[in-house]
């Protein structure tokens, strides 16, 4: 059986276990001593998809065991899904957790995990959290996995939050993922959006990408669109005689 067989078998085996039984699983290894387990994607895997389970019966006992990991890669992603499977029942809680961890890689990598579980039931009250994220990276990857689910639930409500955004990165970040999220559903409603973004490369790139799906399920009105669009001859012609 190879590495990716065995892997999948493994964390299937342990999702299909009744919740007490993975419970009893989780604090058998909770009860080895993080060092001592060997390093490997199958290992890894399976301790994410435990920390998550741990998190939403018992967060403060999951966060106990995930905070004895050295610093690194495996610490940060059990943080991640411990914070995660956290927001599920309590995302406040979790948010407040991860604002009191020290800014860097840890911090970044939790606050996105909480966010996106956060967006699928509250996305107004996520959206609130992130808003007070520092302009950065964090703060532009936050803003386009937010409006990556919401726009897809709810065009109008997202749409006025982007609105209310203010200049800058993070908000380019939000628009350009709010565009590609409805250029296939609600080309109409994406496309005020693709023009206003600020660098002119990317505008027209998605310009033109989202004038290329439009053509393939409303013709008629994309072509409108894309004669009185800005964009430059050249790339009009090009959507319209069908070359890529």
Not at 32 to 50: D, W
Not at 60 to 87: C, H, V, Y
Not at 111 to 134: C, I, K, M
Not at 199 to 207: A, S, T
């Amino acid at each position: 059986m190879n590495e990716s067989v065995r892997e999948a078998s493994a964390i299937e085996g342990f999702g299909s276990l009744a919740q007490p039984t993975r419970l009893a699983a989780v604090r058998h290894l909770l009860s080895v001593h993080p060092q001592s387990l060997s390093a490997g994607e199958i290992q890894n895997n399976l301790i994410n998809a435990i920390a998550n389970q741990w998190a939403i019966a018992n967060p403060k006992a999951a966060l106990e065991w995930a905070n004895n990991f050295p610093q690194g890669d495996t610490r940060n992603r059990a943080l991640a899904e411990i914070t995660s499977g956290w927001a599920q029942n309590s995302p406040q809680d979790a948010a407040n957790y991860v604002a009191g961890l020290a800014a860097g890689e840890t911090q970044n990598s939790a606050a996105l995990s909480v966010l996106t579980q956060w967006a699928r039931n509250e996305p107004e009250a996520a959206a609130a959290w992130a808003s007070n994220f520092p302009e950065g990276t964090l703060r532009e990857n936050a803003f386009q996995n937010l409006i990556s689910s919401w726009a897809g639930t709810d065009p109008t409500a997202s749409g006025a939050w982007l609105q209310s955004l203010p200049p800058g990165r993070s908000r380019e970040s939000a628009i350009s993922a709010y565009v590609n999220q409805l250029s296939h559903s609600f080309p109409d409603l994406a496309a005020p959006w693709a023009q206003t973004i600020s660098d002119e490369n990317q505008r027209f790139n998605q310009m033109e990408n989202l004038g290329r799906r439009w053509l393939q399920t409303d013709r008629s009105t994309a072509v409108a669109w894309i004669q009185g669009s800005g964009l430059p001859d050249e790339r009009k012609n090009r959507l319209l005689n069908g070359g890529q």
